[in-house]
């Protein structure tokens, strides 16, 4: 905590953690935040991306335009439908990321393809990056916001490591729920 206030005494967001905040009409406790390092880049830079599954495919979602002034991207993004069971062809994805510039179109393809792997193999049920930065051939997911299965926890638990469900923003949990946890903490049993 010492060095994470050195590192970044400079740094005023104005976001205190363990005190109520009200965002759009719910109000709650932020308990925890992220601190990663600036990547400087160009709107020009910026795309979107996201994976969300439907009754038979997975979707990859893809947009030449990223940021907070995307938009609709339901309405803008090319789309491509990647039926349960099979994979996307290079020029499927190369085809879906036509929109950005010839020179960065395979490392995206690539990115894509592996980011459908690690979806699929991690059992998420929505993962959207926003923006998706691709600068001097790397490319950086800059904000990522994930739905995983929890009911995949048979399976995928040990892959995911420690992971806690909270309950949403702004909702403390019941007594009942509060009562699981501890018995769940405490062994596998409940």
Not at 130 to 158: Q, R, S, T
Request: proline fraction near 7%.
């Amino acid at each position: 905590r010492g060095v994470l206030r050195a590192a970044y005494s400079g740094l005023t967001c104005g976001l205190r953690c363990c005190v109520q905040v009200t965002v759009e009409g719910v109000t709650g406790t932020l308990s925890h935040f992220f601190v990663e390092p600036m990547q400087p880049h160009t709107q020009e830079q910026e795309h979107y991306a996201s994976l969300y599954s439907d009754r038979t495919s997975d979707v990859i979602m893809f947009h030449h335009e990223g940021g907070v002034d995307v938009g609709d991207v339901d309405a803008k993004a090319l789309k491509l439908h990647v039926p349960v069971g099979e994979e996307p062809t290079q020029d499927d994805l190369l085809n879906l990321v036509r929109n950005i510039p010839a020179e960065t179109r395979e490392a995206v393809a690539a990115f894509l393809a592996g980011l459908l792997k690690m979806y699929r193999d991690l059992h998420f049920t929505l993962l959207e990056i926003n923006p998706l930065v691709v600068k001097d051939g790397n490319v950086y997911p800059l904000d990522v916001a994930a739905k995983i299965d929890e009911a995949a926890e048979f399976i995928a638990g040990p892959k995911w490591g420690s992971l806690d469900f909270p309950p949403p923003f702004g909702r403390q949990p019941w007594p009942e729920e509060a009562f699981i946890h501890d018995l769940d903490s405490r062994t596998g049993a409940s």
